[in-house]
Nanobody, 125 residues
């Protein structure tokens, strides 16, 4: 499956952005999907994940209550709504996919099969 993230940009602290991840190549609804982020100073880290039907959602503690992951299987697209953004949310955000969500998603580096190119989110203070 091929993945393409978009929607990044520059936003002020407290603002909002919505990232999108468009998938192609294989049946999108067969995969668990997720978002990760990385800065030059840190390893790529888990942000959020969603099961293949969208019934199970998982979040990093650092974004819980501020970010919402969702998917539209009819449009082969996953989203990350980011609210109350903070300067520490600044990173390149990547979308990813695998057969199942699991503990490997929290490893450094994450053990996830498919990756898209990232989109840069910059939060100014």
């Amino acid at each position: 499956v091929q993945l393409q993230a978009s929607g990044g940009g520059l936003v002020q602290s407290g603002g909002s952005l919505r990232l999108s991840c468009a998938a192609s190549g294989r049946t999108f609804s067969n995969y668990a999907m997720g978002w990760f982020r990385q800065t030059p100073e840190k390893e790529r880290e888990f942000v959020a994940a969603i099961s293949w039907k969208g019934r199970s959602l998982y979040y990093a503690n650092s974004v819980k209550g501020r970010f919402t992951i969702s998917r539209d299987n009819a449009k082969n697209t996953m989203y990350l709504q980011m609210n109350s953004l903070k300067p520490e949310d600044t990173a390149v955000y990547y979308c990813a996919a695998d057969d199942l969500y699991g503990s490997s998603w929290h490893r450094a580096p994450p053990g996830v099969h498919y990756w898209g190119k990232g989109t840069l989110v910059t939060v100014s203070s």
